[in-house]
Protein backbone atom coordinates (compact mmCIF):
# COMPACT_ATOMS: atom_id res chain seq x y z
CA UNK A 1 0.00 0.00 0.00
CA UNK A 2 1.10 3.07 -0.93
CA UNK A 3 0.60 6.36 1.37
CA UNK A 4 1.89 9.51 0.98
CA UNK A 5 4.34 11.41 3.21
CA UNK A 6 5.01 7.79 4.65
CA UNK A 7 7.87 5.68 3.81
CA UNK A 8 8.91 2.29 5.82
CA UNK A 9 12.47 1.48 6.33
CA UNK A 10 12.45 -2.61 5.82
CA UNK A 11 15.06 -4.98 6.73
CA UNK A 12 16.78 -7.82 4.75
CA UNK A 13 13.79 -10.02 5.28
CA UNK A 14 11.33 -7.72 3.83
CA UNK A 15 10.10 -6.65 7.87
CA UNK A 16 9.06 -3.11 8.53
CA UNK A 17 11.62 -2.15 10.67
CA UNK A 18 11.12 2.24 10.77
CA UNK A 19 9.41 4.63 9.57
CA UNK A 20 9.67 8.21 8.18
CA UNK A 21 6.88 10.61 8.19
CA UNK A 22 6.51 13.94 5.88
CA UNK A 23 5.78 16.41 9.27
CA UNK A 24 4.46 18.54 6.58
CA UNK A 25 2.05 16.44 5.56
CA UNK A 26 1.27 14.55 8.88
CA UNK A 27 1.77 16.57 11.71
CA UNK A 28 -1.15 16.14 13.03
CA UNK A 29 -0.38 12.26 13.55
CA UNK A 30 3.01 12.75 15.12
CA UNK A 31 1.27 15.02 17.28
CA UNK A 32 -1.44 12.11 18.33
CA UNK A 33 1.96 9.11 18.24
CA UNK A 34 4.06 11.17 20.73
CA UNK A 35 1.60 11.86 22.72
CA UNK A 36 0.86 8.38 23.17
CA UNK A 37 4.42 7.70 23.32
CA UNK A 38 4.08 9.76 26.53
CA UNK A 39 1.29 8.62 27.97
CA UNK A 40 2.46 5.21 27.68
CA UNK A 41 5.84 6.51 29.79
CA UNK A 42 4.62 7.97 32.32
CA UNK A 43 1.90 5.44 32.67
CA UNK A 44 3.31 4.48 35.96
CA UNK A 45 3.79 8.13 37.52
CA UNK A 46 1.62 8.89 40.35
CA UNK A 47 -1.95 10.13 39.43
CA UNK A 48 -4.42 13.14 40.74
CA UNK A 49 -8.10 12.75 40.87
CA UNK A 50 -9.80 15.44 38.98
CA UNK A 51 -11.21 16.92 41.87
CA UNK A 52 -7.86 17.32 43.10
CA UNK A 53 -6.44 18.76 39.92
CA UNK A 54 -9.55 21.57 40.10
CA UNK A 55 -9.07 22.76 43.74
CA UNK A 56 -5.07 23.26 42.83
CA UNK A 57 -5.77 25.28 39.79
CA UNK A 58 -8.46 27.48 41.84
CA UNK A 59 -6.33 27.58 44.80
CA UNK A 60 -3.17 29.17 42.03
CA UNK A 61 -6.19 31.53 40.57
CA UNK A 62 -7.11 32.49 43.88
CA UNK A 63 -3.81 33.44 44.41
CA UNK A 64 -2.42 35.27 41.47
CA UNK A 65 -5.92 37.50 41.59
CA UNK A 66 -4.66 38.65 45.34
CA UNK A 67 -1.09 39.78 44.46
Known sequence: MNMPGIEFLIDRKGRKKA???DL???KGLWEDL???YLAHRRR?????SLAT?????GAKGKRKARG
Open 24 to 26: KTH
Open 53 to 57: VKCLI
Open 44 to 48: SEPRE
Open 19 to 21: VLI
Open 34 to 36: YDA
